[in-house]
């Protein structure tokens, strides 16, 4: 539940804003084409109050995040009331303003970034920053020509590139806008409806209740695409009710962990690297949704062979007769989230609107919906909760997104004036001696250290920006290496040692988060295993195309997934396990030799 200040007038200040940033979108969206260097800086200044000074936690905090909104803010607005004119300099700064107004937008993002997920992705922009400036210094093929101050720092903060660069039109256009549609589900009855559905279709099988959380989260992701969130919504009633049952602690939180994992990968919505990856490859979104569907289905796949394993070896019980729904709250509940569900794939896929365009009249469906409840009753105080809630976590998730997806664009926007990614790609093909594999082994290892410090999306952006040519170059499909990144990028959600998927988890349950990891692991082997296979078996991604040949592939690869999860888990002596792992990865990448 969001904290509101307790004085009536700030309280009132921030849910207008938060209504504002929410209608500004809407109306990108239904108005038509806005010029980019208005409506990215526009997008900027919404987010930085909520960004900086909405959680500030102390007085000081609070001050100096208003200071450095206000800022920010102005710098924005200038940008964008000047747009036309800018736009004739193609980025160059003119003056000592325009260089104020510059280093001022540059200081802005990364303070932002810092309150919002730490010091790592800031500190990677701002060395980002000094290699641009002070890279003509540095002997050797990483040193750079040099680049005039004047234009450097045009470049990203008053022309198209830079911070206003087509990552943050993504976070405009089409991230802000599935963000926006998730609250608002969010803050209606689908998230009970999405427990009742999973509760409904799996809480009489054997080890039921963790079953119950792989299918809710796997639902709840596919509109939250974040680990952490999906953890903390769904595990507040799945850990519970596991524990219930006696199933073990560090059962119980893995399966959270790795179920919430998973939304990130999961159609329809997935996370927000699934817009940015529309944007870098130019596939349609739609070409993304059926490209990762199958190896999401086989990552929920292998988790759910996992449990029955678990459930073997615990003997873990169904979750009782009484405490599952009634079929009426299944079929109400469900409404909440089918009803907007199906305006959005309707959109998408029956009229041929543009992704954020059905997503705009999905949100405007889930909004009306929020004047009803499960009971069917009409409670005016409790709508306006929920409308409350709702334009609320939009403008906070809204922002931390931007945040995020702001820094990331510096140091993008560095990698392409200096010519450094160039430098790097060159490098990792030294360094794998030309060969795909060791490309991809190396690419792996960068995404999995580069995520335990920064988000997915931009542990996804900055590997692939610098690794994805390399891995194009050695023949990799343009889709086929994001999705490899992409997945690899999702590890540090359950890999130590920073796992934060798995931290949530184990607090919330009382458990040693170490066990959970280890736990989690065993679980969620598909995470380390798919991308690889979606290399040797490229059929898999191809459903749109080629439908009877990725369902083959899906087979395949499904087959060595259960093999692997059977010796992981289900084999108690060393030779079975080996014999099944082994026979699981040699199915598994056999697409790659027949």
């Given at each position: 539940?969001?904290?509101?200040?307790?004085?009536?007038?700030?309280?009132?200040?921030?849910?207008?804003?938060?209504?504002?940033?929410?209608?500004?979108?809407?109306?990108?969206?239904?108005?038509?084409?806005?010029?980019?260097?208005?409506?990215?800086?526009?997008?900027?200044?919404?987010?930085?109050?909520?960004?900086?000074?909405?959680?500030?936690?102390?007085r000081l905090r609070r001050v100096t995040?208003?200071?450095?909104?206000?800022?920010?803010?102005?710098?924005?607005?200038?940008?964008?009331?000047?747009?036309?004119?800018?736009?004739?300099?193609?980025?160059?700064?003119?003056?000592?303003?325009?260089?104020?107004?510059?280093?001022?937008?540059?200081?802005?993002?990364?303070?932002?970034?810092?309150?919002?997920?730490?010091?790592?992705?800031?500190?990677?922009?701002?060395?980002?920053?000094?290699?641009?400036?002070?890279?003509?210094?540095?002997?050797?093929?990483?040193?750079?020509s040099g680049t005039p101050v004047e234009?450097?720092?045009?470049?990203?903060?008053?022309?198209?590139?830079?911070?206003?660069?087509?990552?943050?039109?993504?976070?405009?256009?089409?991230?802000?806008?599935?963000?926006?549609?998730?609250?608002?589900?969010?803050?209606?009855?689908?998230?009970?409806?999405?427990?009742?559905?999973?509760?409904?279709?799996?809480?009489?099988?054997?080890?039921?209740?963790?079953?119950?959380?792989?299918?809710?989260?796997?639902?709840?992701?596919?509109?939250?695409?974040?680990?952490?969130?999906?953890?903390?919504?769904?595990?507040?009633?799945?850990?519970?009710?596991?524990?219930?049952?006696?199933?073990?602690?560090?059962?119980?939180?893995?399966?959270?962990?790795?179920?919430?994992?998973?939304?990130?990968?999961?159609?329809?919505?997935?996370?927000?690297?699934?817009?940015?990856?529309?944007?870098?490859?130019?596939?349609?979104?739609?070409?993304?949704?059926?490209?990762?569907?199958?190896?999401?289905?086989?990552?929920?796949?292998?988790?759910?062979?996992?449990?029955?394993?678990?459930?073997?070896?615990?003997?873990?019980?169904?979750?009782?007769?009484?405490?599952?729904?009634?079929?009426?709250?299944?079929?109400?509940?469900?409404?909440?989230?089918?009803?907007?569900?199906?305006?959005?794939?309707?959109?998408?896929?029956?009229?041929?609107?543009?992704?954020?365009?059905?997503?705009?009249?999905?949100?405007?469906?889930?909004?009306?919906?929020?004047?009803?409840?499960?009971?069917?009753?009409?409670?005016?105080?409790?709508?306006?909760?929920?409308?409350?809630?709702?334009?609320?976590?939009?403008?906070?998730?809204?922002?931390?997104?931007?945040?995020?997806?702001?820094?990331?664009?510096?140091?993008?926007?560095?990698?392409?004036?200096?010519?450094?990614?160039?430098?790097?790609?060159?490098?990792?093909?030294?360094?794998?001696?030309?060969?795909?594999?060791?490309?991809?082994?190396?690419?792996?290892?960068?995404?999995?250290?580069?995520?335990?410090?920064?988000?997915?999306?931009?542990?996804?952006?900055?590997?692939?920006?610098?690794?994805?040519?390399?891995?194009?170059?050695?023949?990799?499909?343009?889709?086929?290496?994001?999705?490899?990144?992409?997945?690899?990028?999702?590890?540090?959600?359950?890999?130590?040692?920073?796992?934060?998927?798995?931290?949530?988890?184990?607090?919330?349950?009382?458990?040693?988060?170490?066990?959970?990891?280890?736990?989690?692991?065993?679980?969620?082997v598909g995470l380390y295993v798919i991308?690889?296979?979606?290399?040797?078996?490229?059929?898999?991604?191809?459903?749109?195309?080629?439908?009877?040949?990725?369902?083959?592939?899906?087979?395949?690869?499904?087959?060595?997934?259960?093999?692997?999860?059977?010796?992981?888990?289900?084999?108690?002596?060393?030779?079975?396990?080996?014999?099944?792992?082994?026979?699981?990865?040699?199915?598994?990448?056999?697409?790659?030799?027949?």
């Amino acid at each position: 539940m969001i904290k509101l200040p307790e004085n009536r007038l700030a309280a009132g200040f921030w849910i207008a804003l938060a209504v504002a940033l929410v209608a500004y979108h809407l109306a990108l969206v239904f108005s038509g084409l806005v010029p980019n260097l208005v409506s990215r800086p526009l997008h900027m200044a919404f987010i930085l109050p909520f960004a900086l000074a909405f959680d500030a936690g102390t007085r000081l905090r609070r001050v100096t995040g208003i200071a450095f909104a206000v800022l920010g803010i102005a710098a924005a607005l200038w940008v964008a009331a000047n747009s036309d004119a800018l736009g004739d300099q193609y980025g160059f700064i003119e003056s000592n303003f325009q260089l104020a107004v510059a280093i001022t937008l540059l200081l802005v993002v990364l303070e932002t970034a810092r309150r919002a997920i730490g010091w790592p992705l800031p500190l990677v922009a701002a060395l980002a920053l000094l290699y641009g400036l002070f890279g003509q210094y540095i002997p050797g093929e990483f040193g750079h020509s040099g680049t005039p101050v004047e234009s450097f720092f045009g470049t990203l903060t008053i022309a198209e590139g830079g911070i206003w660069g087509t990552l943050t039109g993504v976070s405009v256009s089409v991230v802000a806008i599935f963000v926006i549609f998730g609250a608002v589900l969010n803050a209606g009855e689908a998230g009970q409806g999405f427990m009742n559905v999973a509760a409904a279709a799996a809480g009489r099988l054997k080890g039921g209740a963790a079953k119950v959380s792989v299918l809710s989260s796997a639902l709840f992701g596919s509109i939250s695409g974040s680990a952490s969130a999906n953890v903390a919504s769904t595990g507040a009633i799945t850990l519970p009710a596991m524990t219930k049952l006696g199933y073990p602690k560090r059962l119980a939180a893995a399966v959270e962990a790795v179920a919430s994992s998973g939304g990130q990968i999961m159609p329809p919505l997935m996370g927000a690297g699934a817009f940015v990856m529309v944007e870098l490859t130019g596939v349609p979104y739609t070409g993304i949704m059926a490209a990762a569907a199958l190896p999401a289905l086989l990552y929920f796949l292998a988790v759910w062979v996992g449990i029955n394993a678990y459930a073997r070896r615990f003997d873990l019980r169904s979750i009782d007769e009484a405490d599952r729904p009634a079929p009426r709250d299944v079929v109400i509940t469900s409404l909440f989230f089918l009803v907007p569900f199906t305006v959005l794939l309707w959109g998408m896929f029956g009229t041929g609107f543009t992704p954020e365009y059905s997503a705009a009249m999905a949100i405007l469906a889930a909004a009306l919906l929020l004047l009803f409840n499960a009971e069917l009753t009409f409670r005016p105080r409790r709508i306006v909760e929920r409308a409350t809630s709702a334009v609320l976590n939009a403008a906070r998730q809204v922002s931390m997104i931007a945040a995020i997806i702001l820094c990331a664009s510096i140091i993008i926007g560095v990698l392409s004036i200096t010519g450094l990614g160039v430098k790097i790609t060159s490098l990792i093909l030294q360094g794998s001696g030309g060969l795909l594999w060791p490309s991809l082994l190396l690419t792996a290892l960068a995404c999995l250290v580069l995520g335990m410090e920064v988000p997915t999306t931009a542990a996804y952006v900055i590997c692939v920006s610098v690794a994805g040519p390399a891995l194009i170059e050695l023949g990799l499909a343009p889709l086929q290496a994001h999705l490899f990144v992409f997945w690899f990028a999702l590890l540090s959600t359950i890999t130590p040692p920073v796992c934060g998927a798995v931290f949530i988890a184990a607090g919330m349950i009382g458990e040693s988060w170490l066990k959970v990891a280890l736990t989690a692991m065993a679980l969620g082997v598909g995470l380390y295993v798919i991308p690889l296979g979606m290399i040797a078996n490229p059929d898999m991604i191809g459903l749109a195309e080629a439908p009877m040949a990725a369902l083959a592939a899906f087979g395949r690869v499904a087959i060595g997934l259960t093999l692997l999860s059977a010796g992981l888990i289900g084999a108690r002596r060393p030779l079975p396990t080996a014999a099944l792992c082994v026979s699981g990865i040699a199915v598994v990448f056999s697409g790659q030799w027949f």
